[in-house]
């Protein structure tokens, strides 16, 4: 029996709550035996983490992107993929950080290597549970923080601390230094956390950016630091991404990066799976997929590609079961708000209720203004919404986003994981409609 298994059963013999209190004691003793066994591999290379709630894959890459062009030989562990330099594969377990066991054997593997840094995505599940104990993190980066994952931490406050011991564990080690986003409200509270800590944002902090402008393909802006300026330009779209890469300048400009190092570091990152990825088959219309599926993830994600668009905006979208149930409806009316055609459907329904989340989703959108059946569909199956939202576009105006499934490789339903691909099921349903015209 694996442990992934005797895990699952653990959990249905014993109630949530207090399986949830003494899970981390468990992962606590998994990740030093597991240390031990390893003769603990992340001593031997020095590492940045990088937690919040959105933004943690694409400021990882943009990080490891940057050193591995100047020359540093930089390990990656991320939600969708892990390696060292050039090297990276595609991740297949459905979490952001893995297991200690993992952890610590890719940390090994990195050192053998040669990496001098790892960045590793840091996600509160892991911290609170342990998992990574026993890193020695030594730059942590905080993107964001709004409200998810309450299902498992309960309320904020704890979610908020569960992501701000990655800078008490910071404050250990080497360098000791926090990098936040001085636009988001915790800013203050995860920068007195660390002995030293710089900020950056659109709006505010001690990095800023200006004179943006954003097109479908990427984003150029000046960052501007002092008296210093940086001329940025990002392969990959979104207003979002100019904060994740100005937390990505912030990490370069601390490890002695220079100017030319930063801009072509970042200028370098072609894409990331499963976020801003254009699929085209030779349809009239764009389509986009990305990974977005928090109503901040929304906000952001709508905000940026709504301008770019001149005819109809339509979404497909679902919302997890066995999560947060209060996002659903804020979700349909973020959505309904920006788009003009909202398609809901599955995301990983678990054995939830999926017809009770598309109607609170359902809800949300119709309370910005959507219809049933005219401006809201609800379409359970993915696959057929998918198809069907692609027959709703009509011109080179328009614009398909298929948001919440991103690089994942599984759909989980109530019985059981199916494989999955959001992008291969979007080119053959377009390969499909190209044909038929």
């Not at 001593?43 to 940057?66: A, C, D, E």
């Not at 002995?195 to 200006?210: F, H, L, R, V």
């Not at 990152?269 to 030779?282: C, F, H, K, T, Y």
């Not at 979700?331 to 003009?340: F, L, N, S, T, V």
């Amino acid at each position: 029996m694996s442990s992934m298994n005797a895990r699952k059963i653990v959990k249905s013999l014993i109630p949530t709550k207090l399986f949830h209190a003494i899970e981390p004691t468990g992962h606590l003793v998994e990740a030093m035996l597991v240390n031990v066994r390893y003769g603990f591999p992340s001593r031997k290379v020095r590492v940045i983490g990088v937690t919040g709630t959105n933004g943690k894959t694409t400021t990882s890459f943009f990080i490891q992107r940057m050193l591995t062009e100047a020359g540093i030989t930089t390990g990656l562990m991320s939600t969708v993929a892990y390696g060292v330099g050039d090297d990276i594969k595609k991740q297949v377990e459905h979490m952001t950080t893995s297991k200690a066991s993992v952890v610590q054997s890719r940390m090994k593997s990195f050192a053998a290597k040669g990496a001098e840094w790892v960045v590793v995505e840091t996600s509160s599940h892991s911290l609170a549970q342990n998992r990574v104990w026993g890193v020695p993190y030594e730059i942590a980066v905080l993107t964001n923080l709004t409200h998810d994952h309450l299902e498992y931490h309960g309320t904020f406050e704890n979610y908020r601390e569960a992501k701000r011991k990655l800078f008490k564990m910071v404050n250990k080690h080497g360098l000791r230094y926090g990098v936040v986003n001085a636009d988001d409200p915790s800013a203050e509270i995860f920068a007195h956390t660390v002995d030293n800590s710089t900020s950056y944002g659109i709006k505010n902090g001690d990095i800023k950016a200006s004179n943006i402008k954003l097109t479908s393909t990427g984003t150029t802006y000046t960052a501007t630091v002092g008296d210093e300026t940086y001329n940025i330009s990002l392969q990959i779209p979104g207003e979002f991404n100019v904060s994740n890469s100005l937390a990505a300048l912030a990490v370069g400009r601390k490890l002695g990066l220079t100017k030319e190092q930063i801009e072509n570091g970042l200028a370098s990152l072609q894409s990331v799976e499963g976020r801003m990825n254009a699929i085209n088959e030779g349809q009239k219309f764009q389509v986009l997929v990305d990974f977005a599926s928090t109503p901040d993830g929304f906000e952001k994600f709508f905000s940026s590609v709504r301008p770019l668009v001149k005819g109809k905006l339509i979404a497909v979208f679902g919302s997890a079961g066995r999560r947060d149930e209060s996002k659903r409806a804020e979700q349909g009316r973020i959505a309904g708000k920006y788009a003009d055609i909202i398609v809901a459907t599955e995301e990983d329904d678990r054995d939830d209720d999926g017809a009770k989340i598309l109607q609170q989703i359902g809800d949300g959108a119709i309370a910005s203004g959507k219809t049933l059946d005219k401006s809201l569909h609800l379409i359970s199956n993915r696959e057929e919404a998918i198809g069907f939202a692609f027959t709703l576009a009509s011109s080179a105006d328009d614009m398909v986003v298929l948001l919440g499934k991103g690089h994942e490789k599984t759909i989980e339903r109530a019985d059981g994981e199916y494989p999955w691909n959001e992008s291969d099921v979007a080119r053959a349903a377009l390969q499909e409609l190209v044909k038929k015209k």
